[in-house]
């Protein structure tokens, strides 16, 4: 997408520069990748194939008749789709997270009409305004801590106006959905660090004002879906979102995908369902921490200690799975020294099983890839390593193997950026790397 574009961004594999990219600015989820590198990757993916209209059939040494489809089985809050379609590629991604679904739906109705967004927010600003009772004490607890109770107020009948008048399954409801949604954290008093979960207890120096909060956001958002109105090219390419597992790609047709760009969850303990759990808690998903589990967090890929201990699985069975057979040898007396450290720390945390079963996860992620993508076709991960208790995981390598078996051969891993050596409290000194893990299909 337009706005903002350093040439610096095309080489990065974080979300921060995004934060001055149209659309992809208008909720922050730091999960994410730069969006301006994988529109120059969807382009040069383009370029490799012959494509100059990319609704056409590929040039001579594609496969005839079958023009690029690009997959994102992880796709967050939308990010591949959005550079597909300014790209004017078809895309189809995949999204396990419920909210986090509802967040790339909701950026995706950018191209529908920008009045009757402006219409529907400013009908529920003024609903909002009216004289109403509200009841804060049936707030979940997190809620009733992070808000002030004037904001609290305000941000509730914001919520109550758009159940009243906003239709969520509309492009206009789901865009003033996302506006109350992205105002959050900015409105919070208690600490909402972006990436980091929510801390009660933290108090910020700058808390903004709900209502004039929303307004900007929405005139943000109308001024962004101006602007792409005007610079994205049309008819624009089908974006496809579908709730499902990448474990499996279900309605996703086998040879059809020939990109798959992505960045998969790492094996680094972070909670993707706490990281919602504020606007999840606000909008009455969740009531609290202990109900994340069901309402996200068993749908996502085991890469915290959380998810494996709730699901209290044993680690010998599932190294022994027949899937995990090309990292076995090297998988085994990784997952065994962090059983063996996990006994002498005080959390004892399930990193044991945690890199087993996100490993085992991983290994059906590429059985389904080698099934959708074609022959000749590409796949690029942002991927990541990690060292729970300071045990080091070769997370490309063991990715490279597994994808191996899947039929894929692995074409290079280009690093972008060292991790975990500048932040004094890190809790190991192993250094760590991300990077853009290339590979192709057979």
Known sequence: MKGGTASAARHTTTFTANQGEAVHRWFRYSAGFSAAWAEEEIRNHR?????????????????????????DPFVGSGTTLLAAQAQGVAAVGLEAHPFVLRVAAA??????????????????????????AIDIAACPLLIRRIYGEESLGQLLRLRQAFCELADPETPAGRLVWLALAAILRPCALGGTAPWQYVLPRKRKARVAEPWAEYERQVERMCADMELLGETVPRPLAPARLLAGDAR???????????LVLTSPPYPNNYDYADATRLEMSFFDEVSSWGGLHEAARKYLLRSCSQHTAKERLA????????????????????????????????????????????????????????????RGGQACLVVG????????VPVERWLGHLAEAAGFEVVGFDETRQRNVKWRNRKHRVPLREGRLWLRRR
Not at 47 to 71: F, K, S
Not at 248 to 258: R, T
Not at 319 to 337: K, Y
């Open 47 to 71: 370029r490799r194939l012959g494509v100059t209209d990319p609704a056409g059939p590929v040039a001579p040494g594609g496969q005839p008749g079958q023009p690029p489809l690009i997959l």
């Open 248 to 258: 499996q790609c279900a309605g996703i047709a086998d040879g059809s995908v020939s």
């Open 385 to 392: 390593d990690s060292a729970p208790y300071g045990v080091h």
């Open 107 to 132: 950026k995706l109705a950018w191209s529908s009409p920008v009045d009757a967004f402006r219409a529907t927010a400013r009908a529920v600003l003024e609903r909002a305004r009216r004289p109403v």
């Open 315 to 374: 680690l010998e069975p599932l190294m022994a799975h027949e899937r995990l057979g090309p990292i076995a040898e090297e998988l085994a007396p990784v997952c065994r020294a962090l059983a063996g450290r996990r006994q002498e720390r005080a959390g004892k945390k399930t990193y044991d099983t945690m890199i087993a079963a996100y490993f085992l996860d991983m290994a059906e992620v590429w059985q389904a890839l080698g099934r959708v993508v074609r």
